[in-house]
C-alpha cells in the first residue's frame, strides 16, 4: 500500500536552531515528491518538489532533499514566520493521485 | 492576479441540508481537485477532474457531488448524505494530472464547514 510518513509531528525550536523534518514513503514508481507548507486556517503553499534520488532543491532557509525511501526537509537557522505546519506528498504509484502525510507542525520561537 | 479562489470562507450546515463549497481558477489548468482536512489526517481526495465535463470519485467521494461545466469552475456539494460534514475543504488544481512538473498542485485558502 503507497503510504507516506511524517516525522516528527511537532518540533520546537529556538530561533537560529538548525533542524530537519522527515518525510518516509512506500510507493512503486515514484514520479515526484512534494513539499508545501501550511499556515493556520489556510491552503497549503507549494514549496518543492523533487523527482529523483539525490535530488536537492533549496529556497531561503529551506532545503530538500530526496533519497529513495525518504526525503529531509532541512532548516537553517529558523526565524519565528517560518513556524508553520509543514506537509510532504508523494505522487506515483498504483493510484496515480497525491499522497499526503499527517504533517510536521514546527514552532520556532525568538 | 492568478490563483484559486474558494468562497464562503466559513460555512454552517443544518441538519439535511445540502451545500455547495465555490472554487474558480484562472490558472488555465486541465486538472482540479477537492481535498478534506480533519486535525491529524493528511489531506484525502474527495473528487478530482481531469478535464472539461468529466470527473472521478476520490477516495472518500461518498456524501459529495461535483460538476465541471466549465473549465475554471469546479463546484462541490456536501449532501445530507454526509453524516460528518465538519472539516476543512480545500480545491486545487494543477496543469496536467498526468505527472511530472505539470502536476504540481496549487491549493486554494479552504473554506471550513461546520454543522449547527
Known amino acids: 500500500e503507497d503510504q507516506v510518513t511524517q516525522s516528527p509531528e511537532a518540533l520546537r525550536l529556538q530561533e537560529g536552531e538548525s533542524s530537519s523534518l522527515n518525510c518516509s514513503y512506500t510507493?512503486?514508481?515514484?514520479?515526484?515528491l512534494f513539499w508545501y507548507r501550511q499556515d493556520p486556517g489556510k491552503g497549503p503553499e507549494f514549496l518543492f518538489t523533487?523527482?529523483?534520488a539525490g535530488e536537492e532543491k533549496e529556497k531561503e532557509r529551506l532545503k530538500a532533499t530526496l533519497t529513495k525511501k525518504e526525503s529531509f526537509l532541512h532548516i537553517t537557522a529558523p526565524k519565528p514566520e517560518d513556524s508553520a505546519t509543514y506537509l510532504c506528498?508523494?505522487?506515483?504509484?498504483?493510484?496515480?493521485?497525491?499522497?499526503f502525510g499527517t504533517g510536521t507542525l514546527l514552532a520556532v520561537q525568538p | 492576479d492568478g490563483g484559486i479562489t474558494q468562497s464562503p470562507k466559513y460555512l454552517f450546515r443544518k441538519e439535511g441540508q445540502n451545500v455547495t463549497l465555490s472554487c474558480e481558477q484562472n490558472l488555465n489548468h486541465d486538472a482540479m481537485y477537492w481535498y478534506r482536512q480533519d486535525p491529524g489526517q493528511g489531506l484525502r481526495l474527495i473528487y478530482y477532474s481531469q478535464i472539461v465535463n468529466d470527473f472521478q470519485k476520490g477516495d472518500i467521494a461518498e456524501g459529495y457531488s461535483v460538476s465541471r461545466e466549465k473549465k475554471e469552475s469546479f463546484p462541490l456539494t456536501v449532501t445530507s448524505a454526509q453524516k460528518n460534514p465538519t472539516a476543512f475543504y480545500l480545491c486545487?488544481?494543477?496543469?496536467?494530472?498526468?505527472?511530472?512538473?505539470?502536476?504540481?498542485?496549487?491549493f486554494g485558502a479552504g473554506t471550513r464547514l461546520s454543522v449547527l
Open positions: 486545487a488544481s494543477s496543469i496536467d494530472p498526468q505527472g511530472g512538473t505539470k502536476n504540481i498542485q496549487y
Open positions: 523533487l523527482y529523483s
Open positions: 506528498a508523494v505522487y506515483g504509484g498504483a493510484t496515480n493521485k497525491l499522497i
Open positions: 510507493v512503486s514508481g515514484l514520479r515526484g
